[in-house]
C-alpha cells in the first residue's frame, strides 16, 4: 500500500487552464480530494482523455495521464486496461468527444464491460471550439453553428449508456460536492465500466444552462435523487414521487396521497433489467431539466471483458504452450500451390 496520500499529492506542477469561474474546477477539486481513498499508488492511476475544454484533465492530475486524439479516449483505454490490469484507468471526456466523433468507441466499451471509469461532462456546448452546439444541445439552441437553432433532437447519454448495456450508469453535478463524491466512489467500486454524467455549467458559451437543478428553491421541484431501495420521492418534505402508469407501464409524477404512497416506485439500481433504470432516465424534460434524476441508476454484476481475456490468453498457453503466433493468424484458411 502507497503512504497515506492526501488531495495536494494528486495535484500536479502545470497551470490550470480554464475559464475562471468554469465548472471544470469543481470536478477536477472533487477528483483530487477523492483519489487519496483508492488505497492505489499514484504511479498505478492513470487518467486518458480526448480533445475538448475537459480533456485538459490529465495534465492537472499528479498521475500517469495521456491527452489523446478526438473521441478515442474509451479506445485506448480499453487497450492500456486489458494489458494492465493492475491499474486503475479512468477516462475523462466531454459531450462533443464522448457522443459525436466518439460515439462509438463509447458504446463498444460500455458493451465490453471494459474495467474503465468513464466521466462524462456535459456542458450541453462546444465549449474548446468557442460556442457550437454539441450532441446534448436542447432543440432550438441558438449558437454560432445553428443561427436559426438547433434541428437536431439531443442524445441522452443515461439513455443512451443503459441502452449499451452498461453495468454502472451514473448522473451528478458539478457543484454538489458531496453527491459527486460519492457517486465516483461507487464508480470506483463497481467492477467493469463505470459511466458517470456528469452536469458542468461552461459559464463563457452556455452559462446557467444547469441553474433550474443547482438553485435551492428550483432544485427542490427539479431534482429527483436516487438511491438504492428507497422510494423515489422529491420536492418539499417529499410529497412528490414517481409512480408506475398501469395503464401503459410509463413512469409519471405525481402527488402523493394516502391513496397512492404505495404505488410510489422503490429505487432499485440492481435490477437485472435496464427497463426501469432507462424510463427513470426519460422522465426529465429535454428542455427545462425539470424532472432531472441524479444518482446510480443502474450497478450490476456481468463479467469483466478484462479477466475474461486475460483467462483465454492463459488458457491459450496452458494448451499450447508459448503458442506460434503465424499459425495463429494464418488459422486454417493457407493454402500452397
Known sequence: MPADLLARDFKSDQEVRWCPGCGDYAILAAVQGFMPELGVARENIVFISGIGCSSRFPYYMNTYGMHSIHGRAPAIATGLS????????????????????????????LRRNVNLKILLFNNRIYGLTKGQYSPTSEVGKITKSTPMGSLDAPFNPVSLALGAEATFVARTVDSDRKHLTEVLRAAHEHPGTALVEIYQNCN?????????????????????????????????????????????????????????????LVHDAR???????????????????????????????????????????????????KGDLAAVLAGSDTWSR
Open 271 to 321: 435490477s437485472a433489467s435496464p427497463t426501469t433504470a432507462f424510463a427513470l432516465s426519460r422522465l426529465a424534460d429535454p428542455q427545462t431539466l425539470h424532472h432531472t434524476p441524479i444518482g446510480v441508476f443502474r450497478d450490476v454484476e456481468r463479467p469483466v471483458y478484462d479477466r475474461e481475456l486475460a483467462d483465454q490468453l492463459e488458457a491459450a498457453v496452458e494448451q499450447n504452450g
Open 204 to 264: 463563457i458559451f452556455n452559462d446557467g444552462a444547469f441553474d433550474v437543478l443547482k438553485d435551492k428553491q428550483q432544485a427542490q421541484e427539479s431534482v429527483i435523487r436516487l438511491e438504492h431501495g428507497r422510494p423515489v420521492r422529491f420536492g418539499a418534505g417529499g410529497a412528490k414521487g414517481v409512480v408506475r402508469d398501469p395503464a401503459t407501464g410509463d413512469l409519471e409524477v405525481v402527488d402523493v396521497t394516502d391513496a397512492n404512497e404505495d404505488r410510489v
Open 82 to 109: 486489458v494489458t494492465r490490469p493492475d491499474l486503475s484507468v479512468w477516462v475523462v471526456t466531454g459531450d462533443g468527444d464522448a457522443l459525436s466523433i466518439g460515439g462509438n468507441h463509447l458504446i463498444h466499451a
